[in-house]
């Protein structure tokens, strides 16, 4: 059972029964042609957990593939799409949106005590070029896929590969104009339509870490963009842009590439860092240590994580002073990472620890964000860089940081808020045990990883029959992504049995500080009924726990 | 946003208009001066200050109420002459060693 | 609207604001705001937000001209010669009226002019056509010169400017003219896009749907179009003024 501190709201039977967001309007229509920030979250929902499904389908097929040294499951053309696939579609249609379009659409007004974003048609705007970009992306994978790596580097995906570069690129091209809106949205919502009294100084660090990834959103996108217009324009007219045989170079690719795909990173782990700051407050029962320093260190990492790009292109041919550069500005943006664990760790320090699900999530983030962090600083080094890389040391640097970091932070997000979202409380018991088994299933995966990279796995391989000693820890690692996929499904069935007959959630299941909670689980489709006016700070657990503390007599 | 200034602002736009169109020209005449290396700052340096002219005074920046599109503004050049500069640490570098 | 009996003392103790009724407020307010100042200050956020990434989008194209210029000066000096810097300078003369008659027209929805509006977005939207239509010329006259990048491209025999018996890379001519033509191929297409507002602006305005207290979209519309002036005031001397005096 739930070991939350008890609530002083007596449940409401008919919370999920009186008029809310959910049962305002029926129909399809009402649906697909709604303003209503919190619905448009889930229909990012459903679609997003759709590509989800996707994506880890051809991660099955390569773990597969990986069980055995030859390339005996699939040829590798096809090998080369199946990872393509995977990683165009993870980026660009599940972890790019993921948090943002999901939580943030849900959250950020409720946070900030608006009643909806600043531009509510253009937020189902967003939704709807997701869903063509997603359309566009199946129907290319349909016909043949692209074989290039999700990173198409010309002049192969240029002048060379035969695979349907430009429809994916176009796919790409209209899911990145849905992320640069979603930005543009929170950047105006949050500096217009914050409630009175709701200075920045007390916003919830989730909306501190919203607004840092709305500017990479829009200051990153649209360079990926340009660069998707130049691929299609080279590869229809032939032109030489990038191809070195007509004059071209490869690495002004590369360096547009990165430009916004290292920020992208940011991206995807950001908001995952603004949910960990709630959870581990909530579950702490404090505020955030160092609240200044976090909300600081998120625009940090937005502004530096600008500076280091080309630490994707150190053996690519750059010249060796850009390289000692970068490799020095990579350290630095591991700085305010690093200022953001060593406050949650802080906050956790004589903290009232509740070891509930969303806060077993926020355990797992730590650990495993630190490893992928800190791995990060490995490559960020030269000689070692060098050494590892296109090996799968990088493939566990970055699944550690997206998978153990971003994923964990978005299950533990949507544990977190899933009363508030659909008026049900989830079975505790079954979600400990699906945080456990997520844990368990994704460090089988991925640590192998750093050991076959370190001893030279090469990644982007179907066939690894050169060295056949890397087969039994690739055996490990398949059988960690089973349980790990086991670990993935249960939250979908048990949040979807919830929906029905889940206990129904009190307004503040667990007595959390921040406005979201301060309305009806679920709320109503305008959130407050009027507009609430601030007068206290942010994290305020001290007043949301004073009716509860039990006077200890003090002997003096 | 509202013109809060009394006076008309057609002077004034009617004066950055003359201005630009007169940039215009001398750009146009520079070009075929033999400045050596200096015309390509010439043709920039020209070209920044109409493109001040047009933010400041026709975006209304000059005047705007908080502080907000200002840091909006030289926040994109920024990151912009960010691209440009750490593009250039690269392919300004390659042939040093 | 929402049952408010409800509330489970979750926000007992805060101070409200007056609610919001429906009393008096601007026909065109959008229910989500407090008040039409705040639509209107987020809306001209939104655009210069929007302004930001159109800034980065291009950012990507000039990133990559600095870089090939830099490379094949000379080469570009060629091609740059090739193209007509007479109608460039016209075009830019073109864009800045066309700025001007943007301001008149955003001063004259504010002040209730709607003779002044009207005539300063027809206006506008004329001169952006000018600057279509001698883009237009410039195209045609690059195609019938083989200078249009592809199968048909031929850049032979001409002369690096400056260096008396040397001859123009043609591989590094096309890249020019490459780049030349997602350029200002990219800024006709927001000059298309640009119109297309100005058109529905122009039929609001007919309307008389700006008055001073609301003319929000024009004054968001005037800055889509001052930034579309913008990028071909930096456009016009890096392409068309390499090298002239050679």
New interface residues.
Partial sequence: MSMATPTIQPVVRENYERENYLNKHYGVGSWLLTTDHKRIALLYLVSITFFFFIGGFFALLIRLELLTPASDLVQADTYNKLFTMHGMVMIFFFLVPSIPAVLGNFLVPMMIGAKDLAFPRINLLSWYLYIIGGVMMLHCMLTGGVDTGWTFYAPFSTAFTNTKIIEAGLAIFVAGFSSILTGLNFVVTIHRMRAPGMTWSRLPLFIWAHYATSIIQILGTPVIAITIVLVAAERALHLGIFDPKLGGDPLLFQHLFWFYSHPAVYIMILPSMGIISEIIACYSRKRIFGYSFVAFSSIAIAVFGFLVWAHHMFVAGISVYAALLFSLLSYAVAVPSAVKVFNWTATLYKGSIHYDAPMLYAFGFLGLFTIGGLTGLFLAALGIDVHVTDTYFVVAHFHYIMVGGAVMGYLGGMHFWWPKISGRLYPEGWAKLAALIVFIGFNLTFFPQFLLGYMGMPRRYADYSHMPEFQILNVFSTAGATILGVGYLLPMIYFLWSMRYGKPAPDNPWNAAGLEWMTPSPPTTFNFEQEPVVTWEAYNYDELDAPHKQEVPVVR | MSDHSKSSPLPKYFAVWIALLVCTFLTYKAAYLDLGRFNALVALGIATFKATLVTLFFMHVWHAGEKLVKLVVISTLFFFLLLLALSMADYGTRLWS | ????S??????AG????E??GHGKHHPELL????DVQ?Q???A???M?????????????????Y??YR???FGDFAAASKSID?TLG?TN??VL??S??T???AV?AA?TARRTLLIGSLILTMLLGLAFLGIKGKEYKDKFDEHHV???SFSFENVPVPGHPGQYA?P??A??FF??YF?MTG?HALHMVIGLGIFTWLLIMAWKGRFT?QYNTPV?IG??YW?FV??IW??L???L???????
């Fill in positions: 609207m929402s049952d408010s409800t509330s489970n003392s979750s926000l805060l101070q409200h604001s609610p919001l229910h989500h705001f407090a705040q209107r200050n987020s001209s956020l939104g210069w937000v929007f302004l930001a990434t159109e800034v980065m989008f291009f950012g990507g194209l000039f990133c990559a600095l870089i830099l490379a094949y810097a300078a830019t003369a800045i009226c700025s001007l943007v301001v008149l001063w504010e990048p592809g199968a890379n591989q590094h096309e890249i490459a780049l997602v990219l001073p004054e005037g800055l001052h002036d913008l005031i930096y016009f001397p890096l068309y003024l390499i090298d002239r005096h050679l």
